[in-house]
């Protein structure tokens, strides 16, 4: 099962969003040579989520994030 597609992580700039790997960014498993892959929050900026089919269901307002201390 893949790993679930984070939202809105913290520092995206320091993974690799190309696969289910989430590899640092300097250091890609890939290997390929090529570079690290925005997370789309990069580019389309923090409601990326809501705009086009992304078939990604969002957290309902009532569910807090999971990085958030219980």
Known sequence: MAKKFPLQPKHPERICWGCDRYCPAGS????????RT?????MLGEDWHLIGD???EAPSETQKPEDEPR
Do not use: K, V
């Open 38 to 42: 925005m997370h789309p929050a990069e």
């Open 54 to 56: 992304w078939g990604i």
């Open 28 to 35: 890609l498993a890939c290997g390929n040579g090529a570079d």
